[in-house]
């Protein structure tokens, strides 16, 4: 009799293990959204133990702002001309040429729901290629004896706006503290709502400026190539895309104590069949 009741508690442990807690795991994504989207975890599925947490800002392009001037400068003939120097002549427009603008920084922090994500930090590519048109008009003439040469003033326009790429940004979290978990625990996704980011405020370059000509007086003015002065500083801005993948990791919910019980006692009946 003894031995039958350490062959069913035996048996009973055995079964009970079987269909007992066990830890599963599944990964749940969301992808090109506006805001941060956390995925909640299926509570029906069991007890979530952990979460591995991916968060990536997604590749993008700020936008197309960045508008800018350069400070005109005044540039002097290469050649003298034998005449009156009146310097008189009708301003017209040349082009400067085209140039990458400079990169911008950029850092922003996300938190909500009890979770934080620190600050995402990046910097824009050189790009923003884009070129000026500006006017050369008339700034006199510098006179040496019988000969002139010829001052002009060239003031580039307004820039046409331009655009930066950036790389993605991803960072990775686990969190276990049932603080941590609270925020995977809710009715359904968490909304971490982002802002338009803006970059750092620099972007100073010049343009190169081919060599032309001006006939004023009669005389023909060489001009050599040359460059405009550094620009005014601007910023950009943009609206990150997101992704987020999560996967959790839980104890399944254990099956219905009910079911064990027929196995248990179809055990012992057997026992007792032999015995």
């Known amino acids: 009799m003894r031995s039958f009741n350490i062959i069913a508690t035996i048996i009973v442990a055995f079964v009970s293990f079987q269909a007992g807690v066990s830890a599963d795991m599944y990964t749940d994504t969301r992808t090109n959204t506006e805001d941060i989207v956390i995925p909640a ?71 909500g729901g009890g979770l934080n994500f620190g600050t995402f930090n990046g910097t824009t590519s050189v790009d923003g290629g884009h070129f000026h048109v500006a006017q050369v008009s008339s700034a006199g003439t510098i006179q040496d004896g019988f000969f002139y040469r010829l001052r002009v003033s060239v003031n580039p326009f307004g820039a046409p706006n331009h655009t930066h790429t950036y790389n993605p940004i991803a960072k990775n979290f686990n969190y276990v503290s049932a603080g941590e978990l609270a925020a995977f625990l809710g009715a359904g996704d968490l909304v971490i709502t982002d802002n338009p980011v803006f970059t750092s405020t ?27 002065n550094s620009t005014t500083p601007h910023n950009h801005s943009f609206d990150p895309r997101w992704s987020v993948t999560a996967t959790f990791t839980y104890s399944a919910i254990p099956e219905p104590a009910s079911m064990l019980i027929p196995v248990t006692f179809a055990a012992i009946a057997g026992l007792r069949r032999r015995r």
């Open 202 to 228: 620099n972007g100073n370059h010049n343009h190169n400026i081919n060599a032309f000509n001006v006939v004023s007086g009669g005389d023909n003015f060489s001009f050599a190539p040359s460059t405009t």
């Open 41 to 111: 975890f299926n509570q029906s599925l069991g007890t979530l133990e952990s979460v591995d947490l991916r968060v990536v800002m997604q590749a993008g392009s700020t936008t197309a702002n960045g508008g800018h001037t350069h400070v005109p400068r005044v540039l002097v003939s290469t050649n003298q001309e034998f005449g009156n120097g009146s310097g008189n002549f009708n301003p017209f427009n040349i082009n400067t040429l085209s140039v990458p603008a400079t990169n911008h920084s950029f850092a922003s922090s996300y938190a």
